[in-house]
């Protein structure tokens, strides 16, 4: 197994597994293409011994202003929660291919990216899934040192219903899952 910088030729694997664990039509080409030669986003990815691809992470460094841009609910709050940093980093998606879950593989993609950025990682920011009353990531960013500070019900709702895509756990938009937030400084 090894980890490598996000290329072009990884997009497709990352749509079938993105399409698997999160729900068809979450992610797109033209997003993920946003992540390759960037400056401010960064994605990394597992390839198995045969080079299949079986995790990815992706981030992106934003000012408080831009962060505020991409939340979809609770501007406010976030905005007032936030004041005065300069920079957060926000982890976008994390997801591992469900056969090779529970051997390290996500908590070495968190790893990886803070030991590869060159960004100033002043507040680390996640909006972590909530599948039914479950929260996959939650115990790895405990064990991380990431602090929960708040959850926000229906997270995906609208953005589920004007995008179109579907939630692997409620279907057909709208999604009603809960993001808990959980923040590491
Ligand atoms: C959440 C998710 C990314 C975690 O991936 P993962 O690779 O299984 O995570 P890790 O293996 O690093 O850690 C998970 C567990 O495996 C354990 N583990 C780590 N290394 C291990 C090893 N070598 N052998 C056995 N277990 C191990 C960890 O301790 C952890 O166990 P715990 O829950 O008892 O603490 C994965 O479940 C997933 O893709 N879920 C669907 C999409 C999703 O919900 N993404 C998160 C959105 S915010």
Redesign the pocket.
Known sequence: MRITSLKKSHIQEIID?SDT??GQGYLTIDYLKKYINSSKKSGFVTLSESNKLI?F?LLESLSIKNFSNQVLEEKEWFNTYFQGYKNITL?H??????S???????????NHFRNQTTVNLELIC????V?ENF???K??LL?DGFLFIKKINNYWLKDSSSKKYNC?YCGAPPCKCS?EIFIKK
Do not use: E, M, R
Request: proline fraction near 3%.
């Open positions: 597994l664990a999160f995790g992470i982890i998606q994390i997801a591992v291919n469900s090779f879950q529970k051997q390290g593989i996500a908590t070495n993609l968190l996640c909006f972590a899934w599948k929260t996959p990531f115990k790895i064990k692997s993001a």
